[in-house]
């Protein structure tokens, strides 16, 4: 068993006390850098912590103004200072926070607004469409549209400011003296999904303090730290990763879009990035890619060899060694972390090799959301690490290979579904959350995730199949953009299921190895790499059945595949 080495944190049990905390050890760091750009000149706004605490006040003065204490506020948006303005208001006023997916359709968005009972909404500017839409639908309960920039027919978050800083200028101190019932409802973010299934999973703000502290405890964030806020802050993982960046004096920038990813890296001098697997695996692509091209495969292979071999000596080398590969991540990048999905096994060890420090970590919406994490002194492939300190973490239900249903318990579990008794009644009992999740915890305390419980696939033999272990070999082909496992009837025997893969092929690939192939051909060609990988399963794990298609699967903003609804679009 493992004994968690813990770093020496203060703790707190709300946000304000996070923040204000920060301002008083940070005063001049500077929290968020922000691009303007204008035609071909490119301007970069600095905003210190103090800065950031004092335009927090002022919006959420200007919210008090308004009535809004103790209401609900939306804030739908791309990740940019303005959103964590909008959402720090609301956490440090006892506000409660709706944070929105920026994809959802018009009737998901206006379906979720009518759910949450929300009277503000605090939008982007590139979403004025779909708030004119609901404007003139009139459903909702909203009084205020507030848009993020200042260019805008509707009032926006700097006017707000304005008038918050001349109420407090003449003595309106409420939302400033504002106390925290960290017990109660302050976040509710809804799970992904479509309206009809979306559930709205209210978080405290002692549970977000509680795994910001077992985060920062555990793993080695800097105040000269730069963050590239790259997951979706209306997504948990990204609006507590907003907190642990705060909390940790962490500069925050933010990325231009995918493709520019090698650019901001750059740009900005990144050291720091959290994301989720498929971004992670984009980015250790590429640098093979420019491996590759320069003709370094070789050089690179012997330069491991010695790399390992030093470290066996305890000489660590690896940043001088492979400072041309560090130098194509902005030349800073140290530390990664994955959430969200498991990651390749293979990439977290080619990171680890370059000397970039990669952790993996577990969790969800409903634990605020870190379960388990790596951390500096514990890793172990293929494992999601130790549960966090405020945590505990139990196997139920344990079939012959230990494996059984994931379930925890602390302060960081929601208070339950909003508005649904039902639902929060069959995964809360006697203040244990059931995950729906299954794994195992090996004898050194390290956890080990499978699958979803409703995602196994069962067979006649009682042999269970995880389809994401399957689809992460299948992805490897260089040719797989992503793949979809799934189970279908056997024309044998109907009782039984026989493996399925959807293919989703890479075009550009496709057209530079095989030039003008046709679609039977290709078929060929990539049912003999799914033979291939046949041979490196347990025969109850094979492949016998593929569909091809290049249009990509139907997945969530954190990448993660929506199995039911592929699924019926692909039976």
């Not at 130790?386 to 505990?392: A, C, F, G």
Request: glycine share 6%; proline share 2%.
């Amino acid at each position: 068993m493992i004994k968690n080495k813990f770093r020496d944190m203060p703790k707190f049990d709300d946000i304000k006390g996070i923040l204000l905390n920060s301002v008083k050890l940070y005063p001049n760091n500077i929290a968020f850098t922000t691009k303007v750009q204008e035609g071909k000149k490119t301007e970069y706004i600095e905003i210190t912590y103090t800065k950031f605490l004092e335009d927090i006040n002022c919006f959420g003065t200007a919210l008090y103004n308004l009535g809004l204490k103790d209401k609900r506020i939306a804030i739908i948006g791309r990740n940019r200072y303005e959103w964590a303005v909008a959402h720090l208001s609301n956490l440090l006023g006892g506000i409660v926070s709706v944070p929105l997916d920026k994809e959802l359709q018009i009737e998901e968005l206006e379906n979720s607004l009518v759910r949450s009972e929300v009277e503000m909404i605090v939008f982007d500017e590139k979403y004025s469409e779909s708030i004119e839409q609901i404007t003139k639908n009139g459903k909702t309960k909203i009084k205020h549209y507030i848009c993020m920039s200042k260019h805008s027919e509707y009032e926006n978050i700097y006017d707000l400011m304005q008038i918050g800083k001349k109420l407090i200028k003449n003595g309106n101190t409420e939302y400033i003296n504002a106390e925290i019932d960290s017990d109660k409802m302050n976040l509710l973010l809804f799970t992904s999904g479509t309206t009809s299934n979306a559930k709205a999973v209210m978080l405290s703000q002692k549970g977000i303090a509680t795994n910001v502290y077992d985060m920062q405890i555990v793993e080695t964030f800097y105040d000269n730290d730069v963050n590239i806020a790259f997951v979706p802050y209306h997504h948990i993982f990204g609006s507590t990763g907003i907190i642990v960046m705060i909390a940790s004096g962490i500069k925050t920038v933010f990325p231009d879009g995918l493709k520019y990813i090698k650019q901001n890296l750059n740009e900005y001098g990144v050291s720091v990035f959290i994301g989720v697997p498929i971004l992670i695996e984009k980015m250790y692509q590429n640098i093979e890619k420019e491996i590759e091209k320069q003709g370094k495969t070789k050089l690179i292979n012997i330069a491991v060899k010695i790399s390992n071999f030093l470290m066996k000596l305890h000489i660590d080398v690896r940043r001088k060694i492979f400072k041309q590969i560090i130098d194509q991540l902005g030349g800073k990048m140290r530390f990664i972390v994955s959430g969200g999905a498991a990651l390749d096994k293979e990439i977290l060890y080619k990171f680890k090799q370059f000397g970039i420090h990669i952790v993996q970590g577990y969790g969800l919406t409903e634990t605020s959301p870190v379960i388990s994490a790596e951390n500096d002194k514990y890793t172990k492939e293929g494992s999601v690490g130790i549960p966090m300190k405020s945590v505990s973490v139990e196997i139920v239900n344990k079939d012959k290979d230990g494996i059984g249903e994931i379930k925890i318990k602390g302060p960081n579990v929601m208070l339950g579904y909003y508005n649904n008794e039902e639902e929060t009644r069959k995964v809360l009992k006697e203040k244990w959350f059931y995950t729906g999740d299954l794994g195992y915890i090996d004898e050194e305390d390290f956890l080990f995730v499978t699958g979803r419980k409703k995602d196994m696939i069962v067979l006649k033999n009682g042999k269970k199949i995880f389809p994401e272990e399957i689809e992460t070999v299948i992805n490897k082909i260089e040719e797989i953009e992503e793949s979809y496992v799934y189970g279908i009837q056997n024309e044998e025997d109907e009782n039984d299921i026989k493996l399925s893969v959807k293919i989703v092929y890479d075009e550009n690939i496709i057209k530079e190895k095989y030039n003008d192939v046709n679609e039977s051909s290709l078929y060929e060609i990539l049912w003999k790499k799914i033979k291939e990988v046949n041979t490196t399963l347990p025969k109850y794990k094979y492949i016998k059945n593929m569909v091809l298609t290049k249009e990509p699967l139907i997945k969530t903003t954190t990448q993660k595949i929506k199995r039911n609804e592929e699924l019926k679009k692909t039976i």
